[in-house]
């Protein structure tokens, strides 16, 4: 399968340069919104580079975040959610009467992110956003719309930046479709 994985070629959609400026225009808006005692959780794996860039980015903006990850799972090794969203490991940070801000790498479902933000409210967050590198432009099995979005993209399986195919691709350092085959 290893093989077949390498041979699939990608084709890109956003170039690194586009993600960079996109990333510090995404910090300058959440650093707009003027957060106390900010605290951004990661949902891993796919978006740990996006969140490590992002929180570099609100560091020049002038804000000091926290950061812990969230571990869920509901891809496991293929191209579509089974639907059940799992934690495989939560947060350590007490959030009761934080500002939480959510980064994921990609709304498509939206099931983790809805599943993610009702946890963190339920956990007595002051307040709860999201933030989400692509939002893809699918129908979505639960209402949910990101507070803070860096790219819309058409219904297309991507890769790239974080984001992978039976965890290949993550290193790429632009985002692009996956060509099927």
């Given at each position: 399968m290893a093989g077949v994985l390498a041979a699939q070629a990608v084709t890109p959609l956003f170039s690194a340069e586009r993600i960079a400026e996109r990333v510090e225009a995404l910090a300058g808006e959440i650093a707009q919104s003027s957060p106390r005692d900010l605290i951004i959780?990661?949902?891993?794996?796919?978006?740990f580079i996006f969140a490590a860039d992002l929180i570099r980015?609100?560091?020049?903006?002038?804000?000091?975040?926290?950061i812990d990850f969230i571990f869920l799972a509901s891809?496991?090794?293929?191209?579509?959610?089974?639907?059940?969203v799992r934690?495989?490991?939560?947060v350590e940070t007490d959030l009761a009467g934080r500002e939480v801000v959510i980064v994921d790498d990609i709304l498509d479902s939206g099931r983790t992110l809805a599943f993610a933000k009702a946890l963190f409210e339920r956990s007595?967050?002051?307040?709860?956003?999201?933030?989400v590198l692509v939002?893809?432009?699918?129908?979505r099995a639960t209402e949910i719309e990101p507070d803070f979005t860096g790219f819309r993209c058409p219904p297309v399986f991507v890769v790239g930046y974080g984001m992978d195919l039976a965890h290949r691709y993550r290193e790429l350092p632009f985002i692009g479709e996956l060509a099927e085959g």
């Open positions: 959780v990661s949902i891993l794996k796919g978006s980015a609100l560091h020049r903006e002038g804000l000091a975040p926290e891809y496991g090794t293929g191209t579509a959610s089974g639907g059940e934690v495989l490991r939560g007595g967050a002051r307040s709860v956003r999201t933030c939002d893809k432009q699918v129908p």
